[in-house]
C-alpha cells in the first residue's frame, strides 16, 4: 500500500511540475510579445495544465506501463513461481506491479540459488542419503535376525522369551515395511507414476477430522490441539484430500513427537487470490538455522538418536514435499530455537 501512495504522489508531484513549467512558458511569451498578462490566465492555465498533465501521465502508466509489467509479473509467476506460496496481502488493497514484479524477481533469485547450491552439493548428499538408506534398513534387518537367532537356538522353548522375541521381531518386520511403503511413495511422486485424485473438499473440515484422529497421541503429552478461528463456514480446495491429508497427519505428527509438554498446536488457515494458504505452527524447542535447508531430505535427522527413539521412518517430511510438488504447490519452514516452528503451504481454491 506504501508502495501504491508513492507512485500516486509522484505523478500529482510529476503533473505540477509540467503544469508549472506550461504556465511559465505561457508567461514568458506574454512576457515578451508585451501582451497583458491576466492573474486569472495564469492560475487557469496552472489549473488546466496540470489536470491535463495528470490525466495523460495516469493514462500512460496505468494502462501502457502497468499492464505490461503486470503481464510480465504473471508470466514470472507461471513459468518460474507457480509453486511458491504467495505473499499475504489485504484483498481490498491495490496492487503495485513494479514492487510486485520486484518481489517475483527476488523471489526467482532466491529460487535459482537455492537450486545452485543444491546441485553444486548434489554428489555429497547422493553419498550420505546412499548411507542413510543402508542404516535404516539394516537396523530392522539385524534386530530381526538377532531375535531369530535367539529363538533358534533354545530361545524358543523358554515361555519367558519366546513370545516377547516374537512380538519385537514384528515390530522390526513393520519398521522395514513402512520404510519401504514410504520410499515407493516417494518414487511414485518423483517419476510422475502416482495418478492425484483431484476434488474439491473442505479443507477446514478435514484439519478438524484430523485433530479428532491425533487427539489421543496428543493428550499423552498434554499437548493442545488448536485452531485460530472456528471455521463455521466450508473452506474448499482443489486437491487430492488422501494425500492432502498424509501431508497434515505428517505435520502434526510431527509437531506432536518433537513438541514440549503442555504445549499448543495451531493450525491457521486463510484465503489469498486463487490460493488458500495453511501455517500448522507449534511452541516446541524450535530447529536451529542450519537445519532448515535440509529439513525435507529423506531420512534426514536433526537429533538422530533421539528421532529413532520417537519412532518414524525418516520421511515423512520428504514424503511432504513431493506431495505438494506434485500438486505444482511448495511448502516452507519458519523457526527459532526456544520458540517454535512454523509449516506453511498453499493449495489451489476452489471457486
Known amino acids: 500500500m506504501i508502495e501504491k501512495k508513492n507512485n500516486s504522489t509522484s505523478i500529482i508531484v510529476l503533473s505540477l511540475i509540467n503544469a508549472v513549467i506550461i504556465t511559465l512558458a505561457i508567461f514568458l511569451i506574454s512576457y515578451f510579445r508585451n501582451y497583458r498578462i491576466n492573474p486569472d490566465l495564469v492560475l487557469l492555465s496552472l489549473f488546466v495544465s496540470f489536470i491535463g498533465s495528470f490525466a495523460?501521465?495516469?493514462?500512460?502508466?496505468?494502462?501502457?506501463?502497468?499492464?505490461?509489467?503486470?503481464?510480465?509479473?504473471?508470466?514470472?509467476?507461471?513459468?518460474?513461481?507457480?509453486k511458491e506460496i504467495p505473499s499475504?496481502?489485504?484483498?481490498?488493497?491495490?496492487?503495485?506491479?513494479?514492487?510486485?514484479?520486484?518481489?517475483?524477481?527476488?523471489?526467482?533469485?532466491?529460487?535459482?540459488?537455492?537450486?545452485?547450491?543444491?546441485?553444486?552439493?548434489?554428489?555429497?548428499?547422493?553419498?550420505?542419503?546412499?548411507g542413510n538408506v543402508s542404516h535404516e534398513l539394516k537396523t530392522p534387518i539385524f534386530n530381526i535376525q538377532g531375535y531369530v537367532d535367539t529363538l533358534i537356538n533354545g530361545g524358543i522353548n523358554d515361555a519367558e522369551i519366546n513370545v516377547?522375541?516374537?512380538?519385537?521381531?514384528?515390530?522390526?518386520?513393520?519398521?522395514?515395511?513402512?520404510?519401504?511403503?514410504?520410499?515407493?511413495?516417494?518414487?511414485?511422486?518423483?517419476?510422475?507414476?502416482?495418478?492425484?485424485?483431484?476434488e474439491k473438499f473442505d479443507i477446514a473440515a478435514l484439519c478438524k477430522d484430523i485433530y479428532m484422529q491425533l487427539e489421543l497421541n496428543a493428550s499423552k503429552?498434554?499437548?493442545?490441539?488448536?485452531?485460530?478461528?472456528?471455521?463455521?463456514?466450508?473452506?474448499?480446495?482443489?486437491?487430492?484430500?488422501?494425500?492432502?491429508r498424509q501431508v497434515l497427519v505428517n505435520l502434526i505428527t510431527n509437531s506432536i513427537k518433537y513438541g514440549l509438554e503442555?504445549?499448543?498446536?495451531?493450525?491457521?488457515?486463510?484465503?489469498?487470490?486463487?490460493?488458500?494458504?495453511?501455517?500448522?505452527?507449534?511452541?516446541?524447542v524450535g530447529i536451529e538455522d542450519k537445519h532448515l535447508p535440509r529439513l525435507f531430505e529423506r531420512f534426514y535427522r536433526i537429533?538422530?538418536?533421539?528421532?529413532?527413539?520417537?519412532?518414524?521412518?525418516?520421511?515423512?517430511?520428504?514424503?511432504?514435499?513431493?506431495?505438494?510438488?506434485?500438486?505444482?504447490?511448495?511448502?516452507?519452514?519458519?523457526?527459532?530455537?526456544?520458540?517454535?516452528t512454523k509449516f506453511t503451504f498453499s493449495l489451489k481454491a476452489a471457486e
Open 262 to 284: 503442555n504445549g499448543k498446536i495451531n493450525i491457521n488457515i486463510s484465503n489469498y487470490n486463487e490460493d488458500v494458504i495453511v501455517e500448522v505452527s507449534d511452541d516446541g
Open 164 to 198: 516377547d522375541y516374537l512380538k519385537r521381531a514384528e515390530k522390526s518386520v513393520d519398521r522395514l515395511i513402512n520404510i519401504i511403503d514410504d520410499l515407493e511413495t516417494i518414487t511414485q511422486l518423483e517419476s510422475g507414476d502416482m495418478h492425484l485424485e483431484m
Open 88 to 130: 499475504k496481502q489485504n484483498i481490498l488493497e491495490e496492487v503495485d506491479s513494479i514492487s510486485q514484479l520486484s518481489e517475483r524477481v527476488s523471489m526467482l533469485i532466491d529460487t535459482r540459488e537455492r537450486e545452485k547450491n543444491s546441485f553444486e552439493n548434489l554428489d555429497s548428499y547422493r553419498k550420505e542419503y546412499l
Open 303 to 340: 537429533d538422530k538418536g533421539r528421532s529413532r527413539e520417537q519412532g518414524g521412518t525418516g520421511l515423512g517430511l520428504a514424503i511432504v514435499k513431493h506431495i505438494l510438488e506434485a500438486h505444482r504447490k511448495s511448502i516452507t519452514v519458519e523457526s527459532k530455537v526456544g520458540a517454535g
Open 221 to 244: 503429552k498434554n499437548i493442545s490441539l488448536m485452531l485460530s478461528k472456528k471455521y463455521d463456514k466450508p473452506i474448499y480446495v482443489i486437491a487430492d484430500k488422501f494425500r492432502i
Open 56 to 82: 495523460v501521465i495516469y493514462f500512460y502508466y496505468y494502462m501502457i506501463i502497468n499492464n505490461r509489467i503486470h503481464a510480465l509479473s504473471e508470466k514470472i509467476r507461471e513459468a518460474f513461481l507457480s
